[in-house]
């Protein structure tokens, strides 16, 4: 059992070789405990509107200089098809502390991802009312990341600013979630201003107290829109923690040793401060989980929480080849299912209730093969279907599917069990009532 001292040692550590041990201390336990895996969770970055005034975020509510997003429905739908497209197990919906994310809708869509796909769904919207929390366990969720940022109250109250008359504890947030049922992340940045070595050393055995199931660290990036922008540290630069990628791996891999058997990503920040570099040497440092980002390419600008982070817009599937390579380069392997923390199945734990069964369904399966998605297959598409299904009475289950290679006839669209090709959104409602007239296969209830 790894103490204070040692791992205040090891965060002051410097010396090359001696640190070779700890990276390879902690790879061994990644192995033994999780395994080769690198699990792949689809990350959408639904809204950007934020309530808050956290003094490190970009999108702090303070920040004019960005223009304000929230995806639609079928926009968060779409993600969620594409992330069982591409054979991820796991979806994320992250967002800004927005008001504007109604607990009924957002516990709707969960119903209808969860009722259309075999994803597990992980949340991550800040801080929310305990109502909304419950309703969106119940729905479905499985997962909820919240961060706590540091363990250092002064320092916590210094940077992350109440909202109003609500008092932030986030700790005491993460015991709800608990209690909830949801397998609980959370974590630290690396480098705050004001941030001691002392005070990472408690952050990580936080971390073991808390018995998180994931645990996120990323190095702090400062962003010019925000108070900690070229903000001078309070301490002398022997006490401040730097924010660099080694002492973000150091965090890492002490977070393995210390709780060997939680999920942990190579981050996004870790990502971008070394583009070339930064997620190899996390996941050969204890990390063994990436979120590829699937945010829609015209909103992932605009989900600026530090700089840097736009420069790597890539399509995702682009993004997805390029994750894979890496992973394999490794010697590691991509994780199939919804990855879990080991032991702790999601059958283990408490199942939330069904959601409602819908009176009258129709099946409709929608190729999302890239040909067919760049023919017309995409968001705004399934908008259309779901629109005339409904028009017609009945409920829409949509659901995607690979590439049934047919490519020249694409875009292809399954209702029932009849395949329609070169199906165009503007002439669908005409294709349903033909096909409704035509015997109504493919209607359950
Ligand atoms: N709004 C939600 C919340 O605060 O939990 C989720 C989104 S928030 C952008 C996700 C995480 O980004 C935060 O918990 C924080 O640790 C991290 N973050 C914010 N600003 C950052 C910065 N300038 N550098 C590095 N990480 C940052
Ligand atoms: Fe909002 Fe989260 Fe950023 Fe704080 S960290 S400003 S809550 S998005």
Redesign the pocket.
Same mark, same amino acid.
């Given at each position: 059992m790894m103490d204070r001292r040692e791992i205040l040692d090891w965060l002051r550590c410097t010396d090359s070789q001696q640190l070779e041990r700890l990276w390879q201390q902690a790879d061994r336990l990644r192995q033994e405990q999780v395994g080769d895996a690198v699990h792949l969770r689809g990350l959408v970055e639904i809204s950007n509107h934020?309530a808050r005034a956290?003094h490190?975020?970009g999108?702090r509510a303070a920040n004019q200089a960005i223009g304000r997003y929230r995806m639609s429905e079928e926009e968060v739908f779409a993600c969620a098809l594409a992330a069982q497209h591409l054979g991820y197990g796991t979806l994320v919906l992250?967002?800004?502390?927005d008001d504007g994310i109604k607990a009924d809708w957002l516990a709707g869509l969960i119903r209808r991802i969860k009722n259309a796909t075999p994803l597990a769904l992980t949340l991550?919207? /800040?801080e929310r009312s305990d109502d909304a929390l419950a309703a969106w366990r119940e729905a479905g969720a499985d997962r909820y990341l919240?961060?706590f940022?540091t363990s250092d109250r002064a320092l916590y109250r210094a940077i992350h600013p109440d909202r109003g008359s609500r008092v932030s504890d986030r700790i005491a947030i993460l015991g709800k979630l608990r209690a909830l049922g949801y397998e609980t992340g959370s974590g630290v940045?690396v480098g705050i201003p004001g941030q001691r070595y002392e005070t990472l050393a408690d952050d990580l055995l936080l971390c073991r107290e808390l018995d998180l199931d994931m645990i996120g660290i /990323?190095?702090?990036?400062?962003?010019p829109q925000t108070p900690l922008w070229q903000a001078q540290s309070p301490l002398s630069a022997e006490d401040q923690v730097p924010p660099t990628i080694d002492m973000t791996c150091k965090a890492v891999a002490l977070a393995r040793i210390l709780r060997p058997d939680a999920n942990i990503p190579a981050t996004t920040?870790v990502a971008v401060m070394n583009a070339s570099l930064g997620r190899e040497l996390a996941l050969r440092r204890g990390a063994n989980v990436i979120m590829p980002n699937l945010t829609p390419p015209q909103y992932r600008e605009l989900y600026a929480?530090?700089p840097g982070k736009a420069d790597r817009i890539e399509t995702a599937e682009a993004g997805d080849n390029q994750i894979r390579a890496q992973v394999l380069a490794l010697g590691r392997t991509v994780g199939s299912g919804p990855g879990g923390r080991s032991g702790r199945s999601d059958t283990e734990r408490q199942s939330p209730e069904p959601g409602p069964v819908p009176p009258v369904s129709l099946k409709i399966a929608v190729c999302m093969g890239s040909s067919c998605f760049s023919r017309g297959n995409n968001g705004q598409t399934i908008e259309t279907l779901r629109h005339c299904v409904e028009a017609a009475g009945l409920v829409p289950e949509i659901t995607g599917h690979l590439c049934e290679n047919l490519c020249t006839q694409g875009p292809h669209v399954t209702i029932g069990d009849t395949l329609y090709s070169n199906v165009q959104a503007s002439c669908f409602a005409e294709l349903l009532r033909h096909h409704l007239a035509s015997g109504k296969e493919g209607i359950d209830g």
């Amino acid at each position: 059992m790894m103490d204070r001292r040692e791992i205040l040692d090891w965060l002051r550590c410097t010396d090359s070789q001696q640190l070779e041990r700890l990276w390879q201390q902690a790879d061994r336990l990644r192995q033994e405990q999780v395994g080769d895996a690198v699990h792949l969770r689809g990350l959408v970055e639904i809204s950007n509107h934020c309530a808050r005034a956290c003094h490190y975020c970009g999108l702090r509510a303070a920040n004019q200089a960005i223009g304000r997003y929230r995806m639609s429905e079928e926009e968060v739908f779409a993600c969620a098809l594409a992330a069982q497209h591409l054979g991820y197990g796991t979806l994320v919906l992250q967002s800004g502390e927005d008001d504007g994310i109604k607990a009924d809708w957002l516990a709707g869509l969960i119903r209808r991802i969860k009722n259309a796909t075999p994803l597990a769904l992980t949340l991550s919207l /800040g801080e929310r009312s305990d109502d909304a929390l419950a309703a969106w366990r119940e729905a479905g969720a499985d997962r909820y990341l919240l961060r706590f940022e540091t363990s250092d109250r002064a320092l916590y109250r210094a940077i992350h600013p109440d909202r109003g008359s609500r008092v932030s504890d986030r700790i005491a947030i993460l015991g709800k979630l608990r209690a909830l049922g949801y397998e609980t992340g959370s974590g630290v940045m690396v480098g705050i201003p004001g941030q001691r070595y002392e005070t990472l050393a408690d952050d990580l055995l936080l971390c073991r107290e808390l018995d998180l199931d994931m645990i996120g660290i /990323g190095p702090f990036i400062a962003h010019p829109q925000t108070p900690l922008w070229q903000a001078q540290s309070p301490l002398s630069a022997e006490d401040q923690v730097p924010p660099t990628i080694d002492m973000t791996c150091k965090a890492v891999a002490l977070a393995r040793i210390l709780r060997p058997d939680a999920n942990i990503p190579a981050t996004t920040a870790v990502a971008v401060m070394n583009a070339s570099l930064g997620r190899e040497l996390a996941l050969r440092r204890g990390a063994n989980v990436i979120m590829p980002n699937l945010t829609p390419p015209q909103y992932r600008e605009l989900y600026a929480i530090y700089p840097g982070k736009a420069d790597r817009i890539e399509t995702a599937e682009a993004g997805d080849n390029q994750i894979r390579a890496q992973v394999l380069a490794l010697g590691r392997t991509v994780g199939s299912g919804p990855g879990g923390r080991s032991g702790r199945s999601d059958t283990e734990r408490q199942s939330p209730e069904p959601g409602p069964v819908p009176p009258v369904s129709l099946k409709i399966a929608v190729c999302m093969g890239s040909s067919c998605f760049s023919r017309g297959n995409n968001g705004q598409t399934i908008e259309t279907l779901r629109h005339c299904v409904e028009a017609a009475g009945l409920v829409p289950e949509i659901t995607g599917h690979l590439c049934e290679n047919l490519c020249t006839q694409g875009p292809h669209v399954t209702i029932g069990d009849t395949l329609y090709s070169n199906v165009q959104a503007s002439c669908f409602a005409e294709l349903l009532r033909h096909h409704l007239a035509s015997g109504k296969e493919g209607i359950d209830g």
